[in-house]
């Protein structure tokens, strides 16, 4: 409509516009935002339609006028920019000569201004009053920072030579990975996405941290640095209203907009920070816009048109990409061209003046400003889009080429632009023979001025710390009620880790480091009773009177509360899991993060997330409640697990159990307890948990070495019976082979010792690592693996049944002493009873007795139409399809 409206009046706009002019001038721009605000809630209660548009002009946030002055030495930052630049090119080059590791040279080329900045001015050490900020930096740009702990003297020249060459010691990991670099690393952000999801669930735990009195995070901030291709991942967006919601003003994201992702622009045809900025302002977010050097100011100011602003709206990434990948006489032409009035805005200016026209991100006044504003907002989570060219300064050997993202060699000619360039000090002669790196005297003023800066801000970054007590963990007899079993009554395996975690709870100790994180499901856990017995954490606290406050269990919010309840998001709450997991070493205070949820939803939903754990040396308890593929009954294909127990033992450190019986659960967390809190190992665990009720016996006398290394005895056969068998099992089809042995004896006098296997996965570990050691000590006495040992000398063949796919208990197979026959779930879940789910995956009782008759008669002992007298008697379709086909 508006397009269309001819207006008869244009003196009155102008009116209204010089009044806008004067209120800016006069009264300042709060007031003249306040007084636009009001109008358009005017306009829109008169109904009249107001495109909303959360995109500003395409240019700095912070004008001018209201930039403050810089604090620092411009020309030694410089020139400290410009050695880093120079190693970190050098340590990707020099790799490159004599291997093919590969690495990264114009990330960190475009970002290095960023980071200095925050580095020279912002970043708090681990020695600072208020305590260290958390820096989520970059992955591709590991490079620059090896570069500037090279100059800080944190590593030497050995370890800078061994970049991306670990194996044999003194190397250096090619991205952030705490694992490799437990002392260096805080946080691996290299799998794109996961640094913005993580910081920001990084950013909430400090404040529940604050909030809870457990540390004291006020002014410690968490620093996000991302590349403007990496946000197009879900990860990357997925949580930024969290942000909003809960007012993160700890959290400040810097996004590189160098235009380009791995492969060419990130949005060629259209223009990335406007869309972050559109996406981010919506959201409720601080933006600021960082796009130009200081060098266009002058030109901004002279353009009394309003063209110079238009063309900059107008051009897309594509175009802008190209001219940094020109020349000055192309941008003049080009990008000034298309106007007369930009034409001669740059008329005195040469080409070279032209192409030395800087971004944003590249201006160390401008990204100053911005890191400030963005420090000092309050209430709400901040972004910087910081405009930067991909491969800064590298010239045609890379600078904004689609391919920068892979250059990671250069030859003599190259070295010597990129030498020349950023003026170091190396001579040709040097360079004809090798890639030197470049440190300063220690007592130069670049170094002093270095040092002293990171001294101010409190110690050096990228830095990792365990400053955390070894705490004293409840011994197993504080479980009593669990070790004891439940005589006639019923519970879950779930209901039992309740009961363990009520336990801990009220543990004077450990109780307050308890972090129960619940994604939505607390009622089908039945958890809902910690609403009322520790609250849930609202920084808001509750504004409202919930519906069933008559109730005891009522859904209790609290700015104190303990429990992280994270609505419908896995990596989500994975991503709190991992921010409790590591506040060992992020705060110095240990945690004992409990997250409970649906095990489908576990590994294959977030496994790019538990690796990550893993690398962040995370320690903490991962319960798969509902677990099982038969066990859940009624929901079906998408709901039933039959495999993440296999996925979760792809991750080296960590330990995996799949318990029948509460003292199963209550041995394996205590010793989690005590090999994590107290012996602060950096191991997590992965323990399933099932809905299912039933009785559980007490725990036999000297199970608990067993269930832990993964396999004991749990009843062994006082038959007469000459024929025998060895029946396996674990979870809930423990139960159907505890049935099932009670059938052999009964219908066909065949004797059956029974065997829990907590963990097939731990046995496998042991085993490997056993032949593994027998294979390198050709001469020594044979190691036994521990599962060949226990089952050494049990007769007959070995049944083992779970409610996984038959992978997970074949994995032992090579250790079983004797012949071995699996049951498992392989092939999709679908929704019945749990009786019909057994029969439909042929793991109830009767299968594992006809696969117990089958062994039998395959070693002579019976004979074969004894397992078919089986397969009538109890009714089984030997025609029905293999359930994975079905």
Request: glycine letters at 10%; charged letters at 25%; proline letters at 5%.
């Amino acid at each position: 409509m508006s397009d269309q409206f001819i207006d008869q009046d244009p003196q009155e706009i102008q009116e209204w516009l010089d009044a806008l002019e004067a209120v800016v001038q006069f009264e300042g721009t709060d007031k003249a935002h306040h007084i636009i605000a009001t109008l358009i809630e005017k306009a829109r209660v008169h109904g009249i339609d107001i495109p909303y548009s959360a995109n500003t002009p395409y240019i700095n946030t912070i004008a001018v006028e209201e930039q403050e002055s810089y604090p620092g030495d411009l020309s030694i930052e410089q020139r400290l920019r410009s050695i880093l630049r120079w190693n970190a090119m050098a340590m990707v080059v020099k790799a490159n000569r004599e291997t093919s590791v590969g690495g990264h040279i114009a990330s960190y080329a475009s970002s290095c201004t960023l980071y200095e900045v925050g580095m020279n001015h912002f970043f708090k050490g681990p020695d600072h009053e208020l305590g260290a900020d958390m820096v989520f930096f970059q992955g591709h740009t590991a490079p620059g920072m090896y570069s500037r702990a090279f100059l800080e003297g944190r590593l030497d020249e050995k370890q800078l030579v061994n970049f991306r060459q670990e194996v044999d010691g003194q190397g250096l990991s090619s991205y952030p990975h705490p694992w490799l670099m437990p002392d260096f690393w805080q946080f691996p952000t290299v799998s794109m996405g996961l640094g913005p999801l993580m910081a920001i669930y990084q950013a909430r735990f400090m404040k529940y941290m604050d909030k809870r009195g457990l540390a004291k995070t006020e002014g410690r901030k968490v620093w996000a640095y991302l590349g403007d291709g990496e946000m197009d991942e879900p990860e990357s967006r997925g949580a930024i209203q969290l942000a909003q919601r809960e007012h993160l003003d700890n959290l400040i994201f810097v996004v590189n907009c160098n235009l380009q992702r791995l492969d060419g622009p990130v949005r060629g045809n259209g223009k990335i920070i406007q869309e972050l900025e559109g996406m981010f302002r919506g959201a409720g977010w601080n933006v600021i816009k960082v796009l130009w050097g200081t060098g266009w100011d002058t030109l901004l100011a002279k353009d009394t048109s309003g063209k110079l602003i238009e063309r900059m709206g107008e051009v897309v990434d594509g175009e802008y990409q190209a001219y940094k990948a020109k020349n000055g006489s192309y941008v003049r032409e080009h990008f000034f061209g298309k106007y007369p009035e930009l034409l001669a805005l740059v008329k005195d200016m040469s080409d070279q003046d032209i192409f030395r026209l800087t971004r944003g991100g590249h201006s160390p006044r401008k990204i100053y400003n911005a890191y400030k504003r963005a420090s000092e907002t309050k209430g709400q989570p901040s972004v910087i889009l910081a405009h930067t060219v991909k491969g800064y300064g590298m010239g045609e050997y890379g600078e904004a080429a689609n391919s920068a993202h892979q250059q990671k060699k250069l030859d003599v000619n190259g070295l010597k632009y990129f030498r020349d360039r950023f003026s170091v000090p190396i001579s040709d002669e040097q360079l004809e023979k090798e890639v030197p790196f470049y440190r300063p005297d220690p007592d130069s003023p670049i170094m002093k001025y270095m040092q002293e800066n990171r001294a101010k801000l409190g110690g050096s970054l990228p830095c990792r710390q365990d400053n955390s007590d070894s705490l004293t963990v409840p011994d197993l007899s504080a479980f009593q009620m669990l070790l004891d079993g439940t005589a006639d009554r019923e519970m879950s395996t779930t209901m039992a880790f309740v009961r363990a975690l009520s336990v801990l709870l009220r543990d004077k100790q450990l109780g307050k480091r308890i972090v129960p994180i619940i994604p939505d499901e607390a009622r089908t856990f039945g958890m809902e009773g910690l609403f009322r017995q520790v609250g849930i954490y609202d920084p808001a606290g509750q504004l409202y009177e919930p519906v069933d406050s008559d109730q005891l269990m009522w859904y209790k919010e609290s700015s104190n509360g303990q429990v992280l309840e994270e609505g419908i998001n896995e990596a989500g709450a994975m991503s709190s899991w991992i921010s409790a997991a590591t506040a060992y070493a992020n705060y110095g205070v240990s945690m004992i993060p409990f997250y409970i949820y649906y095990s489908m939803f576990g590994f294959q939903r977030i496994g790019d997330l538990a690796w990550a754990a893993g690398d962040s040396r995370a320690r903490g308890f991962l319960i798969g409640g509902t677990a099982g593929r038969t066990t859940l009954e009624g929901e079906g294909l998408q709901h039933q697990d039959g495999h993440n127990l296999v996925m979760f033992d792809a991750v080296p450190n960590c330990l995996s159990y799949d318990p029948t019986f509460g003292y199963e659960m209550a041995v394996i967390i205590q010793d989690g307890l005590k090999r994590m809190v107290e012996n602060k190992e950096d191991i997590f665990y992965y323990i399933t948990a099932m809905n299912e009720n039933y009785s559980h016996p007490a725990m036999p006398q000297g199970a608990e070495e067993g269930i832990l290394k993964g396999i004991y005895p749990f009843k062994t056969s006082t038959s007469k019976a000459k024929k025998r068998v060895q029946l396996m099992g674990s979870g809930t089809i423990f139960r159907e082979v505890i049935a099932a042995a009670e059938l052999l004896e009964q219908d066909w006098d065949v004797a059956a010792d029974i065997w829990s296997v907590p963990s097939f996965n731990l046995l496998r570990r042991e085993g490997i690592e056993t032949e593994r050691w027998n294979t390198l000590h050709p001469t020594a006495a044979p190691k036994v693996p521990y599962v060949t040992q226990v089952l050494d000398g049990a007769q007959g063949p070995f049944i083992a049944a779970t409610d996984y796919i038959r992978d997970y208990a074949n994995r032992i197979r090579e250790y079983v002493p004797g012949d071995y026959h699996v049951l498992g779930t392989d092939g999709f879940g679908r929704s019945d009873t749990r009786e019909q789910l057994r029969k439909f995956f042929e793991v109830n009782r009767f299968y594992v007795v006809v696969e117990a008759l089958k062994g039998l008669a395959k070693q002579g002992q019976i004979k074969a139409d004894v397992v078919q007298q089986a397969i009538d008697k109890y009714g089984l379709d030997a025609e029905k399809p293999y359930p994975v086909h079905a």
